[in-house]
């Protein structure tokens, strides 16, 4: 570990670029950037996804992390552009998200728990415009919101499935008024897109002026700028849009910021924190959660899209355990080595690298090796890439750190895009919604057709008539198949995915499809990690 000011110092920036948070965190200020643009040259991004995860995940995280250790062991100039995570799964079921052994963003615990804050900003914006809503209707404002056709919806930074549909206002007149609203987790918010989304305090104005909050009675648009409540959205998030930095395991520049989930959000990290990388840094790692069906599809096809954007590399994580998992094994046989099961789950792996390809990039495939791990399953992976013409590495992230990632460096160096041709977006923008849902879950979940409700569709003829047909989609969907159904794995054929609904983030500029039974309020499991979670002697244990 080194001091941060060093960390900075690596990246060219001086002691009047950034605020101390406490001596291992830091606010970047927001003038940096501007002034970064005249660099010469810009760095290089490369964007690390993954096949299907198993329940735990499949370390994409600790992946990103270790191939910015590796390429600092070359001796890359290298950052790390990464998301913030989300109370909700540390005290739910995957615990933090900083990475893991080796290959960890510190201070780890406090990058977990509150971080700088910037969170807590989201869902204090969030519900802000929240309650000026509900206060316009009490009081009756001009114009007049329809209490039946209130779009906008509370959050907070926890799993609590309880606050999913609730009743607001009981207890007579002085306590608002009685309605049904609901609660989506602050990772999901659309505040959290637009903050991430975001190139400036003027767009993020702006985004934040145009959010759809309902209707009033004549079947108008309302918006937060309507409500007057933009300025003060925007002082609460005045810094929350300032990049935060930190460092790894070896001391490489991370830059944190931002937290969308990637199967009910767009998730990624913030187009600030990356582009500000890009100006700093030779090399810019980033991660795309989940598969590469949720958040590297959005990453391109919203996040590229929005900010102008293009990776240089496209590394898939891939896992022994997960391949066992696509090919029928339980949990309890993850760790029995077992190559048949390893070659029985290839398909969900070649599904995604074809879809890596779908967008005109060149896929790699970096196996995250576990101490379980046998020569005989890892080799198995390996034919099967070279059969493919897929560059493979072997990483061990978590064990040795940028040491046991310095061949994935060398092959992402080796295979990095050197030309100036774009990706391919899946749709075009002009397409209509649901052709555009047709071209994702066709081309990247490998579904014959789309299944709409008719809720769904009388959502999307509203979303055209209001002016939003153009925007991209976001799709919202399980994390734990290809298909909207959990239990299907490996590499399902012959099935079709169901809209349920389709909602206007006019703010964040896309359209949100809620595919099959998916909930943006997560719930805590039979058995929370907050029960592993305490303090001792001062010392927070149980986090990681």
Request: charged share 20%.
């Amino acid at each position: 570990m080194r001091a941060l000011s060093d960390v900075a110092q690596s990246l060219g920036l001086s002691p009047e670029d950034y605020d101390l948070w406490g001596p291992e965190r830091a606010k970047i200020r927001p003038d940096v950037l501007m002034r970064r643009r005249s660099r010469e040259g810009q760095g290089r991004l490369v964007l690390v996804s993954a096949m299907t995860p198993t329940p735990a995940g499949e370390g994409k995280t600790t992946t990103s992390i270790g191939l910015a250790q590796g390429l600092s062991q070359l001796g890359d100039s290298v950052v790390t552009c990464l998301r913030e995570p989300s109370l909700g799964p540390i005290f739910g079921v995957k615990g933090g998200g900083t990475g893991g052994g080796k290959s960890q963003l510190h201070p780890a615990v406090d990058i977990n728990l509150h971080f700088t804050g910037d969170l807590h900003a989201v869902s204090a914006a969030n519900n802000l415009l929240a309650a000026m809503i509900d206060n316009h209707l009490h009081f009756r404002l001009e114009p007049r919101l329809h209490p039946g056709r209130i779009q906008w919806r509370r959050v907070v930074d926890m799993n609590d499935r309880a606050l999913r549909q609730i009743v607001v206002g009981l207890g007579g007149a002085k306590n608002g008024t009685t309605g049904e609203r609901h609660f989506d987790i602050t990772a999901a918010s659309e505040v959290m897109a637009i903050l991430c989304l975001a190139d400036s305090v003027d767009d993020l104005r702006t985004r934040l002026g145009r959010i759809l909050v309902g209707f009033d009675e004549g079947g108008k648009p309302v918006t937060a700028d309507t409500l007057g409540a933009t300025g003060g959205m925007l002082a609460l998030l005045k810094d929350a849009m300032r990049p935060n930095l930190v460092q790894t395991s070896e001391g490489v520049p991370a830059i944190v910021h931002g937290g969308p989930f990637a199967n009910i959000a767009h998730g990624c990290s913030s187009v600030l924190g990356t582009r500000l990388g890009l100006q700093l840094a030779d090399w810019v790692i980033t991660e795309a959660g989940f598969g590469f069906d949720l958040g590297a599809e959005k990453f391109f096809d919203i996040k590229c899209r929005s900010a102008g954007l293009d990776t240089a590399a496209v590394v898939l994580v891939a896992t022994a355990r997960a391949l066992k998992h696509h090919g029928g094994a339980e949990a309890d046989a993850y760790g029995v080595p077992n190559p048949d099961r390893v070659a029985a789950g290839l398909g969900n792996l070649e599904k995604h690298l074809e879809s890596v390809r779908h967008f005109g990039e060149t896929p790699i495939v970096a196996l995250n090796r576990r101490l379980e791990d046998t020569e005989e399953e890892i080799a198995v992976v390996r034919e099967r890439c070279a059969e493919l013409g897929v560059a493979f590495a072997v990483a061990d992230p978590y064990g040795t750190g940028g040491p046991g990632c310095t061949d994935l460096a060398r092959l992402v160096k080796q295979h990095a895009k050197t030309t100036d041709d774009p990706y391919r977006p899946v749709y075009t923008l002009e397409q209509p919604v649901e052709e555009k849902i047709a071209a994702i879950a066709k081309s990247i979940y490998g579904a014959s057709g789309v299944a709409w409700t008719g809720a769904a569709r009388t959502a999307a003829n509203r979303a055209r008539r209001l002016g939003y047909g153009d925007l991209p989609v976001c799709v919202a969907k399980t994390q734990s198949s290809l298909s909207d159904n959990p239990k299907l794995r490996n590499r399902p054929t012959d099935f079709e995915v169901t809209v349920r609904d389709l909602r206007i983030n006019a703010g964040a500029g896309f359209l949100v499809a809620l595919l099959g039974d998916v909930v943006r309020m997560p719930g805590l499991p039979k058995r929370p990690t907050a029960w592993d979670i305490d303090v001792v002697d001062g010392t927070i244990h149980g986090v990681g």
